[in-house]
């Protein structure tokens, strides 16, 4: 359509309440995503704009009632949506946008509300701003406790939040604290069979890996992926998660080999699933760069922390720990190959 024509058919419509209600029950009946697929990925990004200029519109139309519901969880959807793929910042704002009309809509001690108040922790937490991501988790927390209680799977996934931002700062003590807690909530509400379940069982590896205890993070990370290539799939991001981490103990065994062929399976996922530009995909471009720098294939290494470096700028920004890292592991190899 004509942008004049579409700017006269806006103007017609911008104040016409019936139209906003159709609109509105569309989206909501087909704004949702796995965001575990690249079609998927594909057909959020073609229809997120649509749904922006009309929530733009329907805020100034649908004041009130049920209909308020439906506009924050278009909001949340997409502030996920944009987050799965990276773009924090807009993220962000979608998340800001639906914790407004939660907050006025359900109070300050509503699941609902509760809910955008993780959404927000998380983006946090990707950027690498664990000070806010610690406070937006524990305001969660405090509500799912009271309104929820302490069994229940929403109050069980604050606890295993919280505990990776723990672990994110290093303190792998009080990481291990709270995803026991995690774990045994999830194993006794959700069962053993559960992604959730698999979630902690991976998390709890990954804190045994970084305390150097190889057997313990093996034991964890195949728990883990037995239950996602089961439940999830062999092309889910999770499941190629858990190959990347098994490389990792391998990779610190010293058994490079089988790490770059576990980081490999982990990569045709990313790359396949998430995209070239994808902070995950950047993720395992790095790991394979380490596994290189072992074997002291420089050039190689260089090659594949490169990659991981422009996609981490690109979208992460020079100033995130992950950016910065990749950055000191180019100057470190540079230095040795010298």
Same mark, same amino acid.
């Given at each position: 359509?004509?942008?004049?024509?579409?700017?006269?058919?806006?103007?017609?419509?911008?104040?016409?309440?019936?139209?906003?209600?159709?609109?509105? %029950?569309?989206?909501?009946? =087909?704004?949702?995503?796995?965001?575990?697929?690249?079609?998927?990925? *594909?057909?959020?990004?073609?229809?997120?704009?649509?749904?922006? %200029?009309?929530?733009?519109?329907?805020? !100034?139309?649908?004041?009130?009632?049920?209909?308020?519901? &439906?506009?924050?969880?278009?909001?949340?959807?997409?502030?996920?949506?944009?987050?799965?793929?990276?773009?924090?910042?807009?993220?962000?704002?979608?998340? /800001?946008?639906?914790?407004?009309?939660?907050?006025?809509?359900?109070?300050?001690?509503?699941?609902? !509300?509760?809910?955008?108040?993780?959404? &927000?922790?998380?983006?946090?937490?990707?950027?690498?701003?664990?000070?806010? %991501?610690?406070?937006?988790? /524990?305001?969660?927390?405090?509500?799912?406790?009271?309104?929820?209680?302490?069994?229940?799977?929403?109050?069980?996934? =604050?606890?295993?939040?919280?505990? #990776?931002?723990?672990?994110? #700062?290093?303190?792998?003590?009080?990481?291990?604290?709270?995803?026991?807690?995690?774990?045994?909530?999830?194993?006794? +509400?959700?069962?053993?069979?559960?992604?959730?379940?698999?979630?902690?069982?991976?998390?709890?590896?990954?804190?045994?890996?970084?305390?150097?205890?190889? !057997?313990? %993070?093996?034991?964890?990370?195949?728990?883990?992926?037995?239950?996602?290539?089961?439940?999830?799939? $062999? @092309? *889910?991001?999770?499941?190629?998660?858990?190959?990347?981490?098994?490389?990792? +103990?391998?990779?610190? /065994?010293?058994?490079?080999?089988?790490?770059?062929?576990?980081? /490999?399976?982990?990569? @045709?996922?990313?790359?396949?699933?998430?995209?070239?530009?994808?902070?995950?995909?950047?993720?395992?471009?790095?790991?394979?760069?380490?596994?290189?720098?072992? $074997?002291?294939?420089?050039? !190689?290494?260089?090659?594949?922390?490169?990659?991981?470096?422009?996609?981490?700028?690109?979208?992460?920004?020079?100033?995130?720990?992950?950016?910065?890292?990749?950055?000191?592991?180019?100057?470190?190899?540079?230095?040795? =190959?010298?």
């Amino acid at each position: 359509m004509h942008r004049l024509l579409q700017e006269i058919v806006r103007n017609e419509i911008a104040h016409d309440r019936q139209w906003a209600l159709h609109c509105l %029950a569309l989206f909501n009946e =087909s704004y949702d995503f796995e965001y575990g697929n690249i079609d998927s990925h *594909h057909r959020f990004l073609e229809l997120v704009p649509h749904v922006e %200029a009309f929530l733009h519109i329907a805020e !100034t139309i649908l004041t009130e009632g049920e209909h308020k519901e &439906i506009m924050a969880y278009l909001y949340n959807i997409g502030g996920v949506g944009f987050a799965h793929l990276g773009y924090y910042n807009r993220a962000l704002e979608w998340f /800001q946008k639906a914790l407004e009309i939660s907050e006025k809509k359900f109070g300050l001690e509503h699941p609902r !509300t509760t809910k955008t108040y993780n959404n &927000i922790a998380s983006v946090y937490d990707s950027q690498g701003d664990y000070t806010k %991501a610690l406070k937006w988790y /524990q305001e969660a927390l405090k509500i799912w406790e009271k309104v929820l209680g302490l069994e229940h799977p929403d109050t069980a996934m =604050s606890y295993n939040k919280i505990a #990776q931002v723990y672990y994110n #700062q290093g303190d792998y003590t009080k990481a291990l604290e709270w995803h026991q807690i995690a774990l045994k909530i999830r194993k006794k +509400v959700l069962g053993l069979g559960h992604p959730d379940t698999a979630t902690t069982y991976n998390n709890i590896a990954l804190v045994y890996h970084n305390q150097g205890d190889y !057997t313990k %993070a093996l034991k964890g990370y195949q728990k883990a992926l037995a239950i996602r290539e089961k439940v999830l799939g $062999l @092309d *889910h991001p999770d499941t190629a998660m858990s190959y990347n981490n098994i490389a990792e +103990v391998y990779n610190n /065994q010293g058994d490079y080999t089988k790490a770059l062929e576990w980081h /490999q399976e982990a990569l @045709d996922i990313h790359e396949k699933v998430l995209g070239l530009e994808h902070p995950n995909t950047a993720m395992t471009y790095n790991n394979i760069g380490t596994a290189y720098a072992r $074997l002291e294939d420089y050039p !190689t290494v260089l090659e594949w922390l490169q990659k991981a470096l422009d996609i981490r700028e690109k979208v992460l920004g020079a100033d995130h720990p992950h950016t910065i890292d990749t950055k000191r592991n180019i100057v470190l190899v540079k230095a040795s =190959s010298n």
